[in-house]
């Protein structure tokens, strides 16, 4: 095993890296706020951001929707108002590029900001789901934003109370989809973990899954929040995924010569 604690031969480790996808391919991306962070999204730690004004746990938990729901849509409305202004980034976009390249299998994210499918990828596991689809909590019926009533909190036509389709604290992940993500995860013979602090369960489990089926784990993030990572490379995500693609891409050249 190989731990990289710091880059301390930035260019050996992109390098090694490269080589592994290569070889190994069959590689699994679970990502985290961190990939969104460079689009101008905040992560839960962000100076300034939106989390400093609001506890995720006590705005974003099942409870505080059912007992104020429209405390909970008046904070989407802020994450989203700008929700066209955030773009990919290189991240997203690297990532999109190593699917293309049949190098990354899936991407699976905790993320609900859709920027993965934005970006291109196609096979994307939105394990915590998606802001822009609306569901009722009575019917079932979908809405997609910005279709949505406008009233505070919205209604659907039946009466029922419209929800954000995301995963929010105190409930449990979609069986289905979380199903997904564990077999990719159990599957997979690289696992890039990309900009999450992997202490939001069920998702942290999901890289020692891929470990213990014997995959091995290459850290993206600009500090060491798996210390259990084959390989951690010290680097913003929309800084080193590029650089990854672009050793695969040199290796590629040599072996078609
Ligand atoms: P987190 O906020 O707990 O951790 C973010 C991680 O990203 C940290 O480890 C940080 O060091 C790293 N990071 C920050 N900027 C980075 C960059 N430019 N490049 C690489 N790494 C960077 O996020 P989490 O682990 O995803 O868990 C938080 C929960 O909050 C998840 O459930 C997620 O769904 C949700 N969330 C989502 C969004 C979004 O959809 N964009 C934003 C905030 C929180
Ligand atoms: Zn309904």
Known sequence: MILVKRNVDAEAIYKEVAALMVERRQCVALTGAGVSAESGIPTFRSKGGLWEKY???????????????????????????????YQPNKAHLALAELEKRGIVRCVI????????????????????????????????KEYKAPNIPEEMPPHCSCGGILKPNTVL??????????????????????????????????????????????????????????????????????????????????IRRVNLI
């Not at 506890?55 to 989407?76: G, M, N, Q, T, V």
């Not at 979380?178 to 890289?207: D, H, N, R, W, Y």
Request: hydrophobic share 40%.
């Open 169 to 250: 604290f105190g409930e449990e992940l979609p069986a289905d989809v979380f199903m997904k993500a564990k077999e990719a995860s159990a599957g997979c013979k690289i696992m890039l973990l990309v900009g999450t602090s992997a202490i939001v369960q069920p998702a942290a489990s999901l890289p020692y899954l891929a470990k213990q089926n014997g995959a091995k784990i290459i850290e993206i993030n600009i500090e060491n929040a798996f210390p259990d990572a084959d390989y951690f490379i010290m680097e913003k995500a929309g800084t080193a995924l590029p650089n990854v693609v672009g050793e695969i891409d040199k």
């Open 55 to 85: 506890d995720p746990i006590e705005f974003a938990s099942i409870e505080a929707f059912r007992k104020d729901p429209s405390k909970y849509w008046s904070l989407r409305g802020e994450f989203i108002k700008d929700y066209d202004r």
């Open 109 to 140: 994210t905790q993320n609900i900001d859709g920027l993965h499918k934005k970006a291109g990828s196609k096979n994307v596991i939105e394990i915590h789901g998606n802001l822009m689809e609306i569901c009722c909590l009575t019917c079932g």
